[in-house]
């Protein structure tokens, strides 16, 4: 079946059930602001690969299986809310089950490089960038083994690694206009006091757009450099 004919057969399901997703009322009305109903038919696709394939590894927890919409997808959509231009080279680091490259790709970012390790995963990737319509760049490795260009406008991760692991694998990638956006929970602060260490950063934390969703943050970097400038 092609993605064309599965997105006209589920248009009248996805639609009609935004509010039946395990979402909150505002989470739900920042995803119907934001994704458009074509963007909106394929992230339900998604939601049913992710679905098929975590029965054969684990992408998420089987617990939250029903979630998957406020937790993860919705978790990624709102960073959307701080890329306003969507015509950016963007790498997501620890790509794992999709979350946020893949969805942001979806949603229209318009090149999306995904950098994950593991070869199931990376494979459950391949398949999933197929439904998105913009490009997507896949990387079997680990960050530490890739000698990218430092051309991303953005880079990204969720539940990867703490900040100063984060800012190691970032900073090859990076130049002085790259903003790093990182999905973080509450340790954050935490993480920021242990990175000021050996890093130089400019920092923004955002708290959930959902007020009801507390443990999730958003924290956008910029001007990441080594307090030692000999490295």
Known sequence: MTIKLYVNIIYYITKNNLNNMQLSAKQSRFIDNIVSNEELERLDIFHHLILRWNKKINLISRQEEQYIWSKHIYDSIKLLYYIKNKNINLIDLGSGGGFPGIILSICGVKNVT??????????????????????????????????????????????MAELDLLFKYSRPLINENTKLIFLKGNNVENEIQ??????LFNYIIHKDLDSNE??????????????????
């Open 214 to 231: 507390n443990e999730s943050k958003v924290i956008i970097v910029d001007k990441l450099n080594y307090k030692n400038q000999d490295k």
């Open 114 to 159: 995904l950098v994950e390790s593991n070869n199931k995963k990376a494979s459950f990737l391949m398949e999933a960038s197929e439904i998105s319509p913009n490009k997507i760049t896949i990387y079997n490795d680990r960050v530490e083994n890739l000698n990218l260009a430092n051309d991303y406008d953005v880079v990204s991760s969720r539940a």
């Open 194 to 199: 242990k990175a000021e260490k050996s890093w």
